[in-house]
């Protein structure tokens, strides 16, 4: 019997404009500045950056370590707070929260770092008893099956009594299934289809309740 329901975040329950902001316009436009290079030679010379460490290391993740690297005068939750209006909750998401809020206890399993969690699901935090950070929390830098064990681990579950709910093909849908819990694969943009694909998280409420 499912007792927990984990959600990821970005591309889950809010798009991902806010995220692509800060890495992409905000770090090179501050990088800019200090280094009197054009916005375009400052975003290819940050974004190769970016690259030389890689999305396998966890500096990849760290908002204060590219901060220091490139010296900027900024301090991480002032350079989020710039572009906080871009945060956009997907349209079905307080609606699809309510009805599972009804029977389920809910959190947020997110790769993103800690600072960026916390501000984005500011307006959503009451839905949530507990959200986790792969790399913040269990410095991992992808969503492990041992990622999703050690989750279990924190909320007192078996894995049987979790679902996970994300966008991520092999980490929110196959990893999860390899740690033991159910899960359903978010395809918002229709590349995949079968019975543990939803579309929305509208879809992936209806599929719930139908099989409880």
């Known amino acids: 019997m499912i007792r927990f329901i984990s959600l990821d975040m970005d591309g ?10 800060v890495w992409m316009e905000g770090m090179p436009r501050l990088f800019a500045e200090k280094s009197g290079l054009d916005f375009a030679a400052a975003k290819e ?7 030389k460490i890689g999305s396998d290391n966890l500096e990849w993740y760290d908002l204060r370590y590219w901060i220091d690297k490139f ?26 929260l309510d ?4 029977s389920y206890k ?27 950070s792969a790399t913040s929390d269990f410095r991992e830098v992808k969503k492990s099956p ?7 681990n924190n909320l007192g579950a078996k894995p049987f009594e979790v679902m996970h709910i994300g966008d991520h093909y092999n ?3 196959e990893s999860p299934l390899q740690a033991g819990l159910d ?13 543990e694909v939803v579309g929305d998280l509208r879809e992936a409420v209806e599929l719930i309740c139908n099989c409880a």
């Open 71 to 96: 010296e900027l005068k900024i301090g991480k939750d002032e350079l989020l707070e710039l572009y906080e209006d871009e945060i956009e909750t997907y349209p079905e998401v307080l609606e699809a």
């Open 12 to 21: 889950t329950l809010v798009n991902s404009r806010f995220v692509e902001k």
């Open 99 to 102: 009805i599972l809020a009804e």
């Open 183 to 195: 899960a359903l694969f978010l395809d918002r943009k229709s590349m995949r289809s079968g019975s």
């Open 45 to 51: 010379y940050v974004v190769g950056e970016y690259m």
């Open 146 to 152: 041992m990622l999703y064990s050690a989750v279990c």
């Open 106 to 132: 809910l959190v947020v399993t997110s790769n993103a770092a800690r600072e960026f969690i916390d501000i984005e699901l500011d307006g959503l935090a009451d839905y949530f008893c507990e959200t986790f």
């Open 171 to 173: 980490y929110d849908y």
